[in-house]
């Protein structure tokens, strides 16, 4: 049974960087693409990066030149380095790892942007 686990959330003040990190427990079939999505209070979740198995990057325009996602495969690991952080970041953020066959989800991460 594959679980993802998070940690890294956290309450920062506006400006400051927080890391996440998400790892795969068990065999995932290769190859996958690792996201975070993120869900801020009364909103729809939304995908805030994505990186496919060959390197490729997307980000949602808000966190662009702000939020750095990267991998390490052998790991089963994704990250999200956030800096420049601003209130309306704040969000329950989630990993996602997409594979042919299934969607895998973590149990979310709080990150609060304030004063």
């Known amino acids: 049974q594959v679980q993802l686990v998070e940690s890294g959330g956290g309450l920062v003040q506006p400006g400051g960087s927080l890391k996440l990190s998400c790892t795969a427990s068990?065999?995932?079939?290769?190859?996958?693409?690792m996201a975070w999505y993120r869900q801020a209070p009364g909103g729809q979740r939304e995908l805030a990066a994505r990186?496919?198995?060959?390197?490729?990057?997307t980000y949602v325009d808000s966190v662009k030149g702000r939020f750095t996602i990267s991998r390490d495969n052998a790991k089963n690991t994704v990250y999200l380095q956030m800096n420049s952080l601003k209130p309306e970041d704040t969000a329950v953020y989630y990993c996602?790892?997409?594979?042919?066959?299934?969607?895998?989800w973590g149990q979310g991460t709080q990150v609060t942007v304030s004063s």
């Open positions: 996602n790892f997409h594979t042919a066959f299934r969607d895998y």
């Open positions: 068990g065999s995932i079939f290769s190859p996958y693409t």
């Open positions: 990186i496919v198995s060959g390197g490729i990057i």
